[in-house]
């Protein structure tokens, strides 16, 4: 990541990221203390990145969630960097774009990346959304922009 390789971190992969700090923030216990696992919503906030380079600003994506510890948690000098530096990607929604946020997360973040750009971290699975048959392929976009890196 030091070097500009590119790093995508999928549900505990974005909780190692926060961590190890490449990432910005923490993750918590869901408000509900409840594992949720179902398909979620989500609203593309920034394409200005390799990750979402597929989508555009304001897609509404349909992504399996499945997670216990998915709270994005970060302070409000950290939320304000964040929105500065654009760095938050995606957003909880229903499916008309209205928040709609399944596990507390500040301001409804599902996921953000590094001010460089090219280290990315995500609570819902877009590599369980590849097929329609599985409910949604909208997982595929997501990962076809991180590839084509």
């Known amino acids: 990541a030091n070097n500009g390789g590119k790093v995508l971190g999928i549900c505990n992969g974005f909780q190692v990221l926060t961590e190890c700090g490449l ?3 923490a993750l918590k216990r869901n408000e509900g203390l409840h594992f949720i696992s179902r398909h979620h919503y989500l609203k593309v906030a920034s394409t200005n990145n390799t990750f979402l380079s597929q989508c555009a600003v304001d897609d509404i994506l349909n992504i399996p969630i ?4 998915g709270n994005f948690y970060i302070d409000p000098q950290g939320l304000v960097e964040l929105y500065a530096n654009d760095q938050v990607l995606l957003q909880y929604t229903d499916d008309k774009g209205n928040i709609s946020n399944p596990n507390g997360s500040v301001d ?10 090219n280290v990315f971290g995500l609570m819902p699975h877009p590599e369980r959304a590849m097929e329609s048959l599985l409910g949604s ?7 076809e922009g991180f590839l084509s890196a």
């Open 23 to 25: 990432l910005p923030g």
């Open 108 to 117: 409804s973040i599902a996921g953000i990346s590094n001010k460089e750009k």
């Open 66 to 69: 499945a997670h216990h510890d």
């Open 137 to 143: 392929n909208d997982g595929r976009r997501m990962l």
